[in-house]
């Protein structure tokens, strides 16, 4: 009988799954107030809001208790509580002062770190607050700070002094608060509104007869919710805390959500939502665009920006959390210097409460100091720069051999392949389907040919199936996520049926799922297949919210619950482990793992996507803000389904949405099972060609992804970038969302997103000359300009200083372009200068790590370019890559914005160690409104090489 529900319930969430007539199911997911501790956070919140300064502040810092020593202040606070509870709850505080200039905060519970609580239901649970989010989300960066002083200490409050910069932390006592200070301003305020919360330990206690209850008690104990009751052995157990950022008007981070960059205010009023922002990762089917509803992955992580200045906050914690966000207007009628604030409230169900302030004081330094925390994108292997074709499913090898094939008729360039679910043995991962795909190796060698990749994905969820060995090798060996009584494998619904989950939180589980990327496990699989991780939210269709149970139990019996939005990056990191064990020591390649669900931390080994968006004109307008927001969390390596995974896109959002692909970082074409195939080859003219136009841009620039990555991965600064991180001086366009910039290329896109549209409106955030990238036009000055955009045309401008590295041969895959010539495209600015970074390796290997690389910098003075190697000390670059590289030539070198006397030059002067020549250059006077252009062709200049020309 329960096996039949199971199943029943599965057919319901399959169906559910392919009707496509209607957006998200609100039904199957929770608002703050049908979550318990979400509801009880914000009546709290409005409670002491309403009391104003007649609130009792509960917590306060016990000032004998304070002591700090290299680097780390401990204290106890004590929380106020009923007589009968014991009146008073200890709760241990660490303030721990990082060299790189963070702080972070951490309080926990005694009680619970002792163990001195019991637990309901015979459960197996662990007693303490989750403490280990930071084993999987932090990879340094904690270095003590040991010159961290106090500067003085009261009655009231302590002043401690650390940093490179003299950052101040002022700890009140009580009420307890803590402001962050930097250039004698405070730059944020922990606790300004008293929402902390720290939901203390305490036994159930049954009402006596007639005995009413004084608090509402009606989620403390369980949760039912759809049908599903969680039983919540250790009871109440959230956190909370505000966060001011006083003088601040835009926040921004905190992803995944279809919603704008810069966050909303939650609480109602004009434009504004009703609900916080939720993280909580789920398969939210058929999601809907500017909504604070959860989605697929979490990054707790949000960056406040106002005129000068930005700074950041990290919440490490991966249990439910939900945001609120509010601004305190500026008051029209004041004539003092006030600004708009930004406050923020931060709830999560459990574990303990660790949050870092990062002091900025810029973008670029927040991303650092982020990055210092939890590691930069991982260097991506270069195929994955070009595009990726993908379809929910192609049905056979020959199909995939065919889809190849007409990429080359066509002439469209490509990359990668991929495999959906369907490729499988009834959905048993590592295995391939016998009838259609019985010989995947043919396969891979049709594509190994162009140097193209397949891709193939692998899900969580395993077939429960006794006759499946890896099922049956999982489950003997212990490795699956158990349910509540922590005896069993969890048994839940997913593509295979009835299947049961790894458990990437289990060392021994993740070193098993390595071996199985071993060639010799994962039958007819050669070096050129990766990885596609989906579903790792984890999604079960049958379970509350469409995953997992929270009182399951992981490895060391912590709840499901305490480590639920870091599940889906334990299970990708593994994957990666074993595609990087599978090349064998000294052969590793860059494995290529996507990625859906994904917490801080994620970015070092998977790329993202935006998951089941719609193939709608709302759904093409909200992928970039959303993109732009994981590359400002630190998990640049970002894309949406091209097209729209649900429905069928007309030819003009078809090609429009290839125009803005191009610019994803990552650049796949993805349809549900239900849509008409759509490889870009089939639609008609115009719409083929304009669209294998997008696709070859993409290919003519990637020298511009492959430098903005290599930077991204070093200090961790986004690879598209919005205007309040290049512009942090010109808070106009701190708003702005819907343009960016390319790395540190200068290129400023605006992708037309709306239906009809022929011409659109870019913001300028200053006086330099911005050129049209295709036919030179100026646009000159601060404001909006109105830039011709009519179907063929991407707006896509370079700013004036910047110079543009690009290969413009066509080829067939990223692979097969490696040893193409460079053209360098200098955009001249006000003063007659330009320049700019090209980063080249293998694209492959990681021998970039010890030397196998060049990094050059091209600057033009106004006289000469100069070619030289950009901060690299000589000893590390490895001759022999230089060598292989020597025939590798500038082909093209276009100035763009010469003054009018250039007409008169007629050569340059080339000078490299091997000697002198001169070169013929073009001079092209532009028409009124277009810049002047002179080109020197084939200057004989080797890209790696050190040389100068002069003009
Ligand atoms: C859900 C993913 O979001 C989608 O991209 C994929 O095609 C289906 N799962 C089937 O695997």
Redesign the pocket.
Known sequence: MQLLTAKLACLVALVAQLDLTNAVKHADFKTCSQSGFCKRGREFADRVAAAGPAWTPEYELAKDTISLNDGVLTATVFKTVDEKDGGKVELPLKMSFLVNSVARVQLDEAKRQKGEIELRHDSKARKERYNEAEKFALVGGTNYDVHANILNSDEDSTKIRYGWDGQQVVIDYKPFKISFIRDGEVQAVFNQRNFLTMEHWRPKRELKEGEEATVDESTWWDESFGGNTDSKPRGPESIGLDITFPGYEHVYGIPEHASGLSLKETRGGEGNYEEPYRLYNA?VFEYITDSPMTLYGSIPFMQAAKNGSTVGVFWLNSAETWVDVTKSKKNPASLSNEKQSTHTHWMSETGILDVFFLPGPNAGYVYEQYSDLTGTTTLPPQFSLGYHQCR?NYVSQDDIKDVDRNFDKFDMPYDVIWL??EYTEDKKYFTWDPSNFNDPLSMQKQLDMRDRKLVV?I?PHIKNDPNYSINKEMNSAGYAVKDKHGEKSFEGWC?PGSSNWVDGLNPNAVTWWKSLFDLKRFPSCSKNVHIWN??NEPSVFNGPEITMPKDNLHYGNWEHRDVHNLAGMAFHNATYGGMIERDGPGNERRPFVLT?SFFAGSQRTAAMWT??NQASWEHLAQAFPMILSQGIAGMPFAGA?VGG?FGNPVPELFTRWYQSGAFYPFFRG?A??DAKRREPYLVDEPYRSIVRDALRLRYQLLPVWYTAFQRASKDGMPVIRPHFVMFPNDPEGFGIDDQFFVGDSGLLVKPVVKEGQTETEVYLPDDEPYYDYQDYKVYKGKGWHKVHAPLEKIPLLVRGSHMVPRKDRHRRSAGLMKFDPYTLVFAINNEGKSGGLLYHDDGETFSYSTGSYIRKSYSFDGRNIISRDFDVPDERIDPAFVDSMKNVRVEKIILVGVPDDWKDKKTVTVTDKEGEWKVDLEFKKGEKGYANVATVRDPKAKVAGDWIVEL
């Open positions: 398969d929910w959906d679910i994905i899900d593509w989906d579903m859906r998951g089941d389904d995974f993805h549900h099972i």
